[in-house]
């Protein structure tokens, strides 16, 4: 602390330019970089405001034509709100679940001892190895074989694709939660463990209370992967009521630089902009639940 | 005793309590219910085998959790069902797949692949007559043809099912009303559908087969392309089930079933029947296919050039860019730090689909906003994005600097605060200029922090099927003569997909399964080597 106040201090003393030497400069690369990562969100959200898709002699927000947003929030055949709708499902309720059967298996694996731990730690990492594009396959067959015997929970079903992305996301996240899950000293456990508390006590009131924030970070994560999902999404749904948004709105690529160009951008801005309010507002936890416990932000 | 006492009662975890028990009770009542409906449903539909492994499972599961103790399992129980059905069972399939030649050649077993070579090998009988057809509906609800013969202006009738509906001769005496021409108007006990109903007819109309006799094969039957004509078809070709023997009827070449590569094949000359197979076990040849089959190796060696390139060079100028961004930011004097540290992360927030599609409409090469605007010094020698090997593998490689600079970004920063005030204060004490503290002291620090970050970045961009697939789709696709597709900005992945789920040349899932597992193989030796070096990082810095 000490030395910044002294830093200050000669910074006021030294003018502009010595002012400018050890941070002016900052602002001039903060600027810089504040302009290439906007950009292209200012573009689309410049796209979305005009009426043919087509930017004016490339100027940006010199149309301000709010029609492509009215138009597909009412499109028969767009359907977006129920789109955004079947998204918010999909992605809310795997990013409870995933978050709550990680932290269930990470909590094995930090707190209790049993043999085949290790080799399941391992193998843990080596499943995730595999690329899942390639497993589409095999999920598609498993998916299709459900539909056979239960409907209910096979293709084009919500709950069929929750499955798999919980199958798919807990390899990761039980090995990043159990890198939190260690960070909590044993200590704390073992002397509720002597008061007498049972292990699901001690779960569910002491370990999962102290890492609420990064559960919470995590299923943030777990909820925009899921949200950006468009592979497997679009094996499984087949028909435009079932679409989540990445393959909804898809279709309005077909043919760029039409009405339809314009119209996705107002989609692309009305999908992100809740998540990215969310991410930035939470960017502090952020840092966090990326590193596993490894780097404390 | 006291300490055995002390073991059991730390593994059972203590006593439950009463809402404890009650809500297992409850949970898994409804698991043991919805296993239950399916195991009826399984049993309804004679599938006994997959019966009794779910309930076998079922009860493994009730008994995991109603014992006393055996806590890890309770813990891991969910996790592990789920991960082995959906994780390891898909890696193990794929496995298996990939000594198979499964593929839209060959899709099914045997008996599948036979009927689809008998539906789809059809000839009209020569000398045959003709018929001008109405699609009508029985009183039973069946859909069948009352058909105008041209030659000899008679009417038959019939359906799909010939012991209900078979075909024969209507006359007035069955309610058959006729115009002048002799042609049908009307007829007791059929509706005729309207154009609009014909259409609503499911499966189509188009694909009905009305035999005229008992056995569809030998006698043939009418079929439609129109709905308005249609003629007496037969099959292609005979089957004899005992010696597993086509023969085409046109010149009765023989072609028998060979078991080794999933074909109907000639012995004299090698023909095949048909491009429809079913599935066989084909060993190693999958994998030898991806080392010597010419239309592969060639594109391959690029291709995996490129993948290693794109892999390394995201993981380095995202590294880099985040790296240096966080060391100038790591510093409380600027003012509105914070509105930086936002807007930086922005494009991390934003939705990874969307930015794709978003990027493809500002590097469009006409109509894009970036060779119009900010390159729109360079007058009409545009650059083109998606044409060109050079700038699309550029693009490429921005886009995804784009999209992954702010997470760099942000785990730099955590790591940089978590070192310690006192070493660089310390080393700032001593003398040591701002330089040489990032360098001695930061960097090392930072490094073995983020080691096995940057590790799993570079297999996630190895693989990083979106960033490819959604921006340049592989292309541009600059050699026509390739019998599989292969781009100049295809990585390994992408190409795999398309060997996969290709349309033009047909999805072979056993080539593509090859290529996943030794993708699986390159990535995981790759990171466990890595891993082993970085913990001896970890222990040289400790």
Known sequence: MTTIILKHDKAKRGGALRWFMQVGWKHL?????????????????STSLTETGNIENYVLFRQFYLGNYTDLLKSPDYPFVIWMKNTLILAGVTAVLSVFISALAAFAFSRLRFKGRRAGLLSLIAVQMFPSILGLVAVYGILSKITDYVPAIGLGTKTGLILVYLGGSLGGGTYLMYGFFNTIPKELDEAAKIDGATHTQIFFKIILRLVAPVLAVMALLSFIG????????????????????????????????????????AGAVMASTPIVILFVSLQKYITNGLTGGAVKG | MRTRNKNFELHSGGTPSLRGTLAKIFILGIVDAGVGFVLMILIGKEKYGLAIFFGIVTIVVNWIYLRRGGLPAKYLAPGVLLLLAFQVYVVIFSGYISFTNYGDAHNGNYAEALDAIQQSAVEPIEGASEYEIKVVRSDDG?????????????????????????WREQTAADGLVTDDSGYPTALDGVTFLTDEEITEVDPGVTTLKIPLGPDLKKDGFIATADAFFAQQNRFSFTYDEKTRVMTRVSDNKEFIADETVGYFKSAE??????GIGWQVRVGWSNYQKIFTDKNLRGPLGGILIWTFFFAFASVFSTFVAGLALALTFN?????????????????????AFLSAYVWRGLLNTENGFINNTILGFMGDNKIQWFEQQGAARAAVLLVNLWLG???????????????????????????????KIVKFIKLPLLLVSLAPLLIASFAYNFNNFGAIYLLTGGGPFLDPTLKVEAGATDILITFVYRIAFSRSVGADYGLASAFSVLIFLIIGSISYFSFKRTRGLEERAQ
């Open chain 2, 405 to 435: 600079f702010p997470y760099m970004f942000l785990i730099c920063t955590g790591a940089l605060q978590a070192i310690p005030n006192d070493l660089t204060e310390a080393a700032s004490i001593d003398g040591a200029s701002p330089w």
């Open chain 2, 142 to 166: 069946a859909v069948q043809f009352l058909a105008f013969d041209l030659a000899t202006n008679k009417i038959f009738m019939g359906g799909e099912n010939y012991s209900k509906h078979p």
């Open chain 1, 29 to 45: 690369v903060g600027l810089f970089v504040i302009a290439f990562s906007t950009f292209p969100l200012l573009y689309i959200l």
């Open chain 1, 226 to 265: 899921t949200f950006g999902d468009y592979v497997l999404a679009s094996i499984v749904f087949n028909t435009n009521e079932q679409y989540t948004v990445a393959v909804g709105l898809q279709l309005l690529l077909a043919d760029p630089w039409t009405k339809n160009w314009a119209m996705f951008a």
């Open chain 2, 331 to 351: 510093d409380q004097r600027i003012r509105g730090l914070r509105i930086y540290r936002a807007i930086f992360i922005l494009p991390y927030a934003f939705p």
């Open chain 2, 269 to 274: 000359d090698g023909e095949l029947l048909s």
